[in-house]
């Protein structure tokens, strides 16, 4: 892989519009950018930009395998990029999403391989965030989208936080506070039965027990 490109990395208010239009520049051009969420700070590029992809997990120095989440405008998206929604999924989105809660589901053989990683489900959430949500929106499709960190470094939850680990790495952060949540998202694989808890986060285990029955942690068989 190519060696990093060096940048002046940009700090801009999540609510300037004029922001929010570079942003959408950057990520039209395969540049990946930082943004707020309700969870953590995440760094995006569109879902089917290849060369973006490359340049995300380069900058986060994140192995290729582990694949990238997928953060929608509405909900209904989730459509666009798995062909079987299972009802216990749509019975997740009612209760939580937007919200903290990633699903694992079928994935539709468009979806680089780059998302999905050595995992044969695409991750998928919707978030309670404008500022993702709006990014997706006018792509017009869904952002790849993993922590704006270094790998195994923790993940930020402040854009003072996100410039400390990849200031010189991407060209823009868009500063929208401090996130919400301060976790990351709840994951669940929907592609097993009974469904497994792949990451706790800020939706508890019982809430999703309440929904789907048993729930296998990633210790159990």
């Known amino acids: 892989m190519s060696s990093l490109e060096a940048w002046n990395t940009v700090v801009r208010p999540a609510d300037d519009p004029a922001a929010l239009e570079e942003a959408v520049s950057w990520l039209q051009q395969g540049q990946p950018v930082a943004f707020p969420t309700d969870t953590v700070y995440g760094l995006g590029v569109a879902m089917d930009d290849v060369g973006g992809l490359e340049r995300l997990c380069q900058i986060k120095e994140r192995p290729r395998q582990m694949g990238i989440p997928l953060l929608l405008a509405e909900a209904e998206d989730v459509q666009r990029v798995c062909p079987d929604v299972p009802e216990a999924a749509w019975r997740l989105a009612r209760r939580f999403w937007p919200g903290g809660l990633t699903l694992v589901l079928a994935r539709r053989p468009e979806v680089p391989a780059l998302v999905t990683g050595d995992h044969p489900g695409v991750a998928v959430r919707l978030p309670a965030h404008t500022v ?36 010189g790495r991407i060209p823009l952060i868009l500063d929208g506070g401090v996130c919400p949540e301060g976790q990351a998202s709840t994951i669940v694989d929907l592609l097993e039965d009974p469904p497994v808890l792949r990451r706790a986060g800020p939706v508890p285990r019982a809430a999703l027990e309440a929904i789907l029955g048993a729930v296998r942690g990633p210790d159990q068989t």
């Open 132 to 167: 993702p949500r709006e990014l997706a929106r006018r792509l017009g499709r869904p952002l790849a989208a993993s922590s704006a960190n270094l790998a195994g470094s923790p993940s930020p939850v402040t854009a003072a936080e996100v410039l400390a680990q990849l200031g």
